[in-house]
């Protein structure tokens, strides 16, 4: 199956390489740059030497990449997939890293992105690309809208507890730490190490993007307005994201009545892991890997419930979660590709 990368060049498209070249159904077709067209790819990403010697980035040729793919994965940032997608539909699938797909309502869309809904027509075709709760829909699917990372790490989190109201929607704290690659390859003098090395900051505590994506999700599942405070905050690593959820618990539970609840939840998910109690989540363990690592207490004294959480960001955050759908949407075998454990040490 031939599979064309647009934005090849940044860090969910060289993610995506470095699975799909492993990957036995799949040839790398058309792998897009702006400006890397026409360069050797592995002499600018060394992780390729070896792998894709010979490949170049190419310059984006919407026409080409209709006649020789089957899926197309878009890794612009958000605002360039709608036209796209219009344009590409019909001819190949289409996964979209970017956010353009993933609000169904329009004016929220256009006031969180602050750019105009384009391609109205397609937001409800698109299924949002959560593989865990949309398995049927994504098998049948022609445009993915992948969720953003920190919507991944939140919504695997809560899932259970907004389900089967566990919790009070509305006293859901998402503290949420995240490695610098978030902000993409062309990220500004901000996300430099000398600027982030042995620092810390918060950003955007008052209206993060993913908010309406997160609270979208969680009401679907639950007829209670859910107003989420996210506090979103840069690590000084390349990669990764580790989340600490409070909320308040709706009825007296236990941290083992929890721990049963999401063993079941999540019984025979390949990627989704709750820890043994006493046990819990730390980046290196998922970085590299499409994992995601859980660890769930009741705090009789507070009468809180927490939620411990870590994913890799290009992986279960984007890239890995994206391949996941392609085989889904491809009846190839959902882990395909996807076999990498995190790293040790
Ligand atoms: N990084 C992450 O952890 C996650 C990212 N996403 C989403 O995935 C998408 C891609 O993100 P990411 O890979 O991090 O971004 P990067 O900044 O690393 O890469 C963006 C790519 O798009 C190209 N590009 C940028 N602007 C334009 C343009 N105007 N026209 C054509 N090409 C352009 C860049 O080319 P050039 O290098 O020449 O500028 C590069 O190839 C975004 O929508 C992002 O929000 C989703 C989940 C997680
Ligand atoms: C460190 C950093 O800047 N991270 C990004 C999250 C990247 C992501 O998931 O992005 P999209 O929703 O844009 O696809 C942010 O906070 O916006």
Known sequence: MKVSIIGASGYTGSELMRILMNHPQVELAHLTARSLAGEIIAEHFPIFTGYLENKTFVEMDLDQIKKDSDVVFICLPHGHSMSMAKELLGSVKVIDMGADFRIKDINTYEKTYQVDQLAPELVDQAVYGLTEFYREDIQNAELIANPGCFSTNALLALMPLVKNNLIDPQS?????????????????????????????????????????????????????PTMIQFTPQLLPTERGIYSSIYANASQETSTEALHDLYKDFYAGEKFIHILAPGQFPNLKAVKGSNHCHLQIQFDERTKRILVFSSLDNLMKGASGQAVQNMNLMFNFEESLGLESSGLMP
């Open 172 to 224: 859901i704290i998402f503290d949420a730490k995240t490695g610098i690659s978030g902000a993409g390859r062309s990220a500004n003098v901000d996300n430099l190490l000398a600027e982030l090395g042995n620092s810390f900051k918060v950003y955007n505590p008052l209206g993060h993007r993913h908010i309406p994506e997160i609270e979208q999700e969680l009401n679907f599942q639950s007829s209670d």
